[in-house]
T-cell receptor, first 116, second 113 residues
Framework: NAGVTQTPKFRVLKTGQSMTLLCAQD?????MYWYRQDPGMGLRLIHY???????AKGEVPDGYNVSRLKKQNFLLGLESAAPSQTSVYFC???????????????FGSGTRLTVV | KQEVTQIPAALSVPEGENLVLNCSFT??????LQWFRQDPGKGLTSLLL?????REQTSGRLNASLDKSSGRSTLYIAASQPGDSATYLC????????????FGSGTKLNVKP
């Protein structure tokens, strides 16, 4: 029962480098999300997707891009990393929102990214 | 914009004590509210989910309540144990955009043996 798997778990980047974070879920969830967690600020939504081939901006999208080419995968890209992007990144997934049967989120274990 | 606040930021209690964690939100037009547990270096584990039409949910020693009119939710932990030590986060989902969860910054709980 893998649930939501994030790779890598840790990464150190130099300013200006690029990288891609991968999120994979095996629960056939339609919706997927990327959050970042910073000390004292809770989790903030970066981008989300409501289905294969669709993406949308969240609360703090600047400096990030995403793609959802396959239903089970949601990729988060940093084209030119900046120290302000040092954070812990969490991916989450959920079933479609249904007023009759209510579903919450399933989270991955996170990726700790440091930009120096 | 929905603002979610959790007080206190940290709490230390002796084992066996009953305790209450607080969560307040500014916009009462929420769809649901979810409580999570986060262990150091780990992801979030869902504890309880309360729909906007519900007043409370219970799971084992945990009880979560929701009062939309006052913009408050509480998480009650009975007979606390050292294994309950973790950070507890609440998150409110808006009615007009199901895809946006607004998180509080969490309460870090330490239960001393």
């Amino acid at each position: 029962n893998a649930g939501v798997t994030q790779t890598p778990k840790f990464r150190v980047l130099k300013t200006g480098q690029s990288m891609t974070l991968l999120c994979a879920q095996d629960m056939n969830h339609e919706y997927m999300y990327w959050y970042r967690q910073d000390p004292g600020m809770g989790l903030r939504l970066i981008h989300y997707s409501v289905g294969e081939g669709t993406t949308a901006k969240g609360e703090v999208p600047d400096g990030y891009n995403v793609s959802r080419l396959k239903k089970q995968n949601f990729l988060l890209g940093l084209e030119s990393a900046a120290p302000s992007q040092t954070s812990v990144y969490f991916c989450a997934s959920s079933r479609p929102h249904d007023r009759v049967a209510n579903y919450g989120y399933t989270f991955g274990s996170g990726t700790r990214l440091t930009v120096v | 914009k929905q603002e979610v606040t959790q007080i206190p930021a940290a709490l230390s209690v002796p084992e066996g004590e009953n305790l209450v964690l607080n969560c307040s939100f500014t916009d009462s037009a929420i769809y649901n509210l979810q409580w999570f547990r986060q262990d150091p270096g780990k992801g979030l584990t869902s504890l309880l989910l309360i729909q906007s039409s519900q007043r409370e949910q219970t799971s084992g020693r945990l009880n979560a309540s929701l009062d939309k009119s006052s913009g408050r939710s509480t998480l009650y932990i009975a007979a606390s144990q050292p294994g309950d030590s973790a950070t507890y986060l609440c998150a409110a989902r808006k009615q007009d955009n199901f895809n946006k969860f607004y998180f509080g910054s969490g309460t870090k709980l330490n239960v001393k043996p």
